[in-house]
């Protein structure tokens, strides 16, 4: 007993490396309890998907691959992983969270009468979980009182699980929906295309904020971003002021990061932009207002007008990797 | 059609809460109470289909007696009445989900919209557990919502990571409201003015016979670790010799 089963996504054919610290905290929590790794796939034509997940030194991966799991709706893989998180004798069924798992587990958990506890950043020694609320600003623990336990994990609290041996075992499910129960048609998929990584996924995030005012502005963010191939990160602000496409915010409300270099370009700081990005190795700032609460956790902060200083700050990198 | 809107009573999300000194919770006095900014976006998406389609908007509240003020702002809003059940002990979503379901089952609305979270717990749970407990599909994070004309299904496109996902669902359905789906309005004058009148039935939780034993019981908070500020640059030549020679990440 003590199993622990984690849904991982996948995309254009490959395992999504967002998931890999899923994996590192199933690990973790093993460790105590004794049990097994578990990993669930859900979707269409897994099979290059299913080889990868395999590598991780989980014990088995289940596999649920079906044409009606082709188009990820709620109801369908909320049935799906139902059955198999009570046929794999899973004592917490868990993701990583994204906009998916947010969507899912929570309906997943009333299948599975367990409580749940969104968004957790570490397990405590009695087994119960720590996790943010109001916006960041405090973290509390919770126990869940039921005897299956749902988690959504925030993947920038655990490392990326390494390949490890042997090969996990598979599980092939049987996946029989009730189409009629669901109730919901799946109409397209509207991607924001992008060549920079995604920005749970880059080592490198450049983010603008109210300070850039605009296209112009972003264009310096661009440029910067670049330099390191990084994903381009907005705030709030920005994003509401339809500078940017919304899935770049990172804050609370948004994507929650911790790349290895974060650089807030005209970013005040608001309670919940620091939410999201406060985990980030290295913080720097540019920021011409010298109150700015960013400041108070860049690692290195220049009070300068942006419209001067990334320019020079392009020019000043380029000519340091060259020498 | 018959919209019901669920509305929280939360603290003042522009306000930095801190936690008390014994980690028994937050600090709440001297602090406003606001309705929860995701909440009062879903009201005025009700009212808005309720603007094209007719029908009747219904505000719910699960908290104390104070939360009457945050159904008079949906009522001042423009919505039609509200409910209030009295509640003081804490609830894990699923039993604010369980007594929604009761409420929903005594009214019987088309459509139940709400925000996609609180923002002072921040579970973001209540939406998918209601609609799982009813039987009704479910879609999450709006940024826009389409009514059909015979008001049997919902066009839906959910915020998702890398883009929007397009759904179509059958009414009725539970839909949970993302920051940018609308920018709800003011309330004007003679609407607060009308919302004094406007009815609020109040119903006792007890009364309901409803199961809200906790399933996650809250212990211990602590204040997050704070980050150390690090130094200030006086250009941009020390900061591009610092990321080279101390952070080595050029």
């Not at chain 1, 093993?30 to 859900?42: A, C, D, I, N, R």
């Not at chain 1, 005209?266 to 400041?295: R, T, W, Y």
């Not at chain 1, 320019?311 to 060259?322: C, S, T």
Request: hydrophobic content about 45%; charged content about 25%.
């Amino acid at each position: 007993m003590g199993n622990i089963l984690m849904i991982v996504e996948h995309k254009d054919g490959a395992l999504k490396k967002v998931s890999l610290p899923g994996i590192s905290f199933a690990k973790q929590y093993t460790q105590k309890t004794g049990g097994e790794v578990h990993l669930l796939v859900m979707g269409h034509n897994l099979g290059a998907v299913v080889e990868q997940a395999k590598c991780y030194g989980a014990q088995k991966v289940f596999v649920a691959d079906h044409e009606s799991l082709g188009a990820y709706l709620t109801e369908t893989y909320a049935q799906v992983a139902a059955r198999v998180a009570k046929e794999s004798g899973a004592e917490v069924v868990g993701a990583i969270s994204t906009s998916m798992s947010k969507d899912l587990l929570p309906r997943l958990a009333a299948k599975l009468e367990a409580g749940m506890a969104s968004d957790i950043l570490s397990v405590t020694d009695q087994g119960w979980f720590t996790r943010p609320v109001w916006a960041g600003n405090a973290v509390v623990e919770v126990e869940i009182t039921t005897p299956v336990k749902v988690v959504t994990v925030r993947g920038t609290e655990f490392e990326k699980a390494p390949k490890g041996d042997p090969a996990s075992g598979q599980v092939n499910v049987d996946v029989a929906i009730d189409m009629g129960a669901v109730k919901k048609r799946f109409v397209r998929f509207e991607e924001i295309k992008s060549d920079r990584p995604e920005l749970t996924e880059a080592s490198v995030i450049v983010t603008g904020g109210r300070g850039t005012k605009g296209e112009e502005g972003f264009k310096l963010v661009e440029g910067l971003a670049d330099l390191f191939n990084a994903a381009v990160g907005a705030t709030r602000a920005a994003v509401d002021a339809g500078w940017v496409p919304n899935d770049l915010q990172v804050g609370q409300t948004g994507k929650v990061v911790a790349p290895d270099v974060y650089f807030a370009i005209g970013v005040s700081g608001a309670i919940q932009h620091l939410a999201g990005m406060k985990g980030s190795k290295i913080i720097v700032a540019i920021n011409k207002d010298e109150e700015a609460p960013i400041f108070s956790v860049a690692d290195y902060g220049l009070v300068a007008d942006l419209f001067k200083a990334v320019p020079e700050l392009v020019e000043e990198i380029n000519k340091a990797r060259a020498s | 059609m018959k919209i019901l809107v669920c509305v929280k009573r939360v603290t003042d999300p522009d306000v930095k809460i801190k936690v008390k000194p014994d980690g028994s919770g937050v600090v709440t006095d001297g602090v406003d109470f606001k309705v929860n900014p995701f909440d009062e976006i879903a009201v005025e998406e009700a009212l808005r289909i309720k603007e094209k389609l007719g029908g009747e908007v219904v505000v719910l509240s699960i908290g104390p007696q104070e939360a009457t003020k945050e159904i008079r702002s949906g009522l001042a809003m423009g919505a039609d009445r509200g409910i209030l059940v009295k509640a003081t002990e804490q609830l894990d979503p699923f039993g604010v989900a369980n007594v929604m379901k009761k409420i929903v089952e005594q009214e019987n609305p088309e459509l139940i919209i709400m925000g996609k979270q609180a923002v002072d717990g921040d579970n973001n749970q209540a939406g998918q557990i209601l609609a799982e407990l009813l039987g009704v599909p479910q879609a999450c994070f709006a940024s826009k919502v389409e009514v059909g004309q015979d008001q049997k299904t919902a066009s839906v496109a959910r915020e998702v990571d890398g883009g929007f996902d397009h759904v179509e669902v059958d009414l009725p359905a539970v839909i949970t409201a993302d920051l940018r789906l609308n920018e709800p309005r003011y309330a004007s004058l003679p609407g607060i003015m009308k919302a004094k009148k406007k009815p609020i039935q109040e119903i006792e939780l007890a009364s309901l016979s409803v199961d809200t034993q906790l399933k996650v019981v809250w212990h211990k908070m602590t204040e997050p670790a704070e980050r150390q500020a690090g130094v200030r640059v006086p250009d941009v030549a020390t900061l591009v010799a610092k990321l080279r020679d101390e952070a080595k990440v050029l």
